[in-house]
């Protein structure tokens, strides 16, 4: 109870800031960019979201019995691909929620600076329409890909995971700090203290 406690409040915290910060500056570079520009800039705000979305059901469905074969021969990530699999609901979560739901967030924010934009630029043009129109498309293409997404996850989680591990292994070696920390020693030290008492 602790523990989810914890982590509501955290990632609540997080998603908070990393929302204002993420569409103050997407609104900053939008503004000041053409509009051709900025619609490339919405696509790739909307599939990040995707892409999150795809690692978040990927994680939650992969096996990790097969990582553990792949650990014990030495290969690269598949340590990390064991705590992935280990860590699913955390990281599901922060895959699926909070970055999924930022980039909603800062996909609308997106979409409001292209309007103005193109409001200033076309004099003549309808915005209630123009609105409707752009809303419409950013949700089409963030519902139809992440509903992809989900069908390339379901058949290929354990291709995905592994991928994911292998960058995060090459980003832990390179950076030398572990970046899903092992949480097995407080569980031993918890259980220890339990039997003590």
Not at 79 to 88: D, E, H, Q, S
Not at 132 to 140: D, P, R
Request: net charge positive.
């Amino acid at each position: 109870m602790k523990y989810n406690l914890k982590w509501v409040i955290s990632i609540t915290f997080w998603t908070f800031f990393l929302s204002v910060a993420i569409s103050f500056f997407a609104e900053a570079i939008i503004l000041n960019t053409f509009v051709v520009s900025a619609f490339a800039i919405l696509l790739f705000i909307i599939s990040i979201g995707v892409f999150s979305d795809m690692i978040g059901v990927a994680i939650t469905v992969a096996s990790e019995k097969p990582f553990h074969a792949m650990a014990s021969n030495k290969i690269p990530g598949a340590r990390y691909a064991i705590k992935l699999t280990k860590n699913a609901d955390v990281l599901a979560s922060f895959c699926n929620d909070v970055i999924g739901d930022i980039c909603g967030i800062v996909s609308g924010v997106a979409v409001a600076s292209i309007i103005m934009q193109l409001g200033n630029v076309i004099t003549n043009i309808n915005r209630a329409i123009l609105t409707i129109a752009l809303t419409g498309f950013t949700a089409a293409l963030t519902v139809g890909g992440k509903a992809l997404g989900k069908r390339i996850a379901f058949n290929s989680s354990q291709f995905i995971v592994f991928k994911v591990a292998k960058c995060l292994d090459s980003i832990s070696h390179r950076l030398k700090i572990d970046l899903i920390p092992n949480n097995n020693k407080k569980k031993k030290s918890s259980c220890k203290k339990k039997k003590e008492r």
